[in-house]
């Protein structure tokens, strides 16, 4: 089939209208004419899983983080994004790239997260209008009255984490949770005040926003970016396969950066 087949579909699931103003969704190489019989799914683009593309022939990378997020001045493969290009140029691979836009989108990666630790009663934290209708990052919703050591085991098991990190006093009972998957942003704080109390699940925590959450009395769970969002790799795959039974799906989730020392 062709490329701009899959990119059709892909984009009224998580229209390109939804990504964050920083960010970069969409095809980022490649040329919508291309016939696509194999596509690798991944988290991020490196050269791992640009390889493994290239021995399993695939001819699409569809990713969750953008190759590129800022315009590249030279073009040589002295940096990590060129080098991927470069490689990807020269095997005739797409890349392709559905972020923040499936993050906010309807049944995306928010509401996935959300359906992991058994929320309900789910809604947008942080709204913004787009053709009428509402959409946005983050979400929250309810849980039945749960202990908050058996909350902080679930959604250690749930996401297959070897540890997590949380700021505040372990609460005694959690009832309502809000997710904001990958990277905390600031900006959702009044938000999170609004609905309070809430617990929050976040990843990529600073130190100084880990106080403001403290001195608000947010209890947060820095679960990581990648426990936050590998996510992604089994759903989007998932919903490949569920459309297109002759396309062939490689599921790549690569390794978090980050090891733990004990």
């Given at each position: 089939m062709k490329l701009r087949n899959i990119i059709s579909f892909l984009e009224e699931k998580a229209p390109i209208s939804l990504q964050e103003t920083y960010d970069n969704s969409g095809l980022i190489l490649g040329n919508p004419d291309?016939?696509?019989?194999?596509?690798?799914?991944?988290?991020?683009?490196?050269?791992?899983?640009?390889?493994?593309?290239?021995?399993?022939?695939?001819?699409?990378?569809?990713?969750?983080?953008?190759?590129?997020?800022?315009?590249?001045?030279?073009?040589?493969?002295?940096?990590?994004?060129?080098?991927?290009?470069?490689?990807?140029?020269?095997?005739?691979?797409?890349l392709y790239s559905s972020h923040t836009n499936f993050d906010s989108a309807d049944g995306g990666l928010s509401d996935l997260l959300c359906e992991k630790i058994g929320l309900k009663n789910i809604k947008v934290l942080r709204t913004t209008a787009f053709d009428s209708a509402e959409y946005g990052a983050g979400r929250y919703g309810e849980i039945k009255p749960t202990d908050g050591i058996e909350f902080l085991n679930r959604v250690k098991s749930k996401l297959s984490l070897e540890s997590m990190r949380y700021v505040g006093q372990i609460p005694q009972t959690v009832t309502r949770v809000a997710v904001y998957n990958g990277s905390y942003d600031r900006e959702i704080l009044d938000n999170l005040i609004s609905i309070s109390p809430v617990i929050l699940i976040t990843g990529d925590l600073k130190y100084h926003d880990a106080q403001e959450l403290l001195f608000n009395g947010i209890f947060t769970i820095d679960a990581g970016h990648y426990g936050t969002e590998i996510l992604f790799v089994e759903e989007m795959a998932d919903i490949l396969e569920e459309r297109f039974s002759n396309l062939s799906v490689i599921r790549y989730k690569g390794k978090d950066v980050f090891n733990i020392y004990n």
């Open positions: 291309t016939e696509v019989s194999k596509v690798l799914v991944c988290l991020d683009v490196d050269i791992d899983a640009i390889d493994y593309a290239i021995s399993q022939n695939c001819q699409l990378v569809l990713s969750h983080h953008p190759t590129i997020f800022k315009a590249l001045k030279k073009f040589t493969d002295t940096t990590k994004e060129s080098r991927i290009l470069i490689k990807a140029i020269k095997n005739d691979l797409a």
